[in-house]
């Protein structure tokens, strides 16, 4: 998890459009995490880091989730039939 938090604060601090946190040993594949991702997946490790207790990796996400963009939520309403 600390690759993916790493790796992640490297791809912002450079302006990077993607974080590559790991790559398979002996194989052409390289997983990416877009920008776009990036918030999902700090609040997931975020979570995980909560609940193993690792309090300076969560300051450390912390800071890095109010460096990213806010997000921006639109309501869809639809219409719905009750009779």
Known sequence: ???VVDNIEFAMD??????EPF??????????????DFRENLEHVFDVS???EKFEMCAKIK????????PRY???YRNINLL
């Open 50 to 52: 909560i609940k193993d």
């Open 23 to 36: 790559q398979f040993k002996n194989a052409p594949y390289v997983v990416l995490i877009c920008q776009n």
């Open 1 to 3: 998890m600390q690759v």
């Open 14 to 19: 450079n302006n990077r459009p993607a974080a």
């Open 74 to 76: 639109v309501k869809q």
């Open 63 to 70: 800071t890095l989730l109010e460096r990213l963009p806010k």
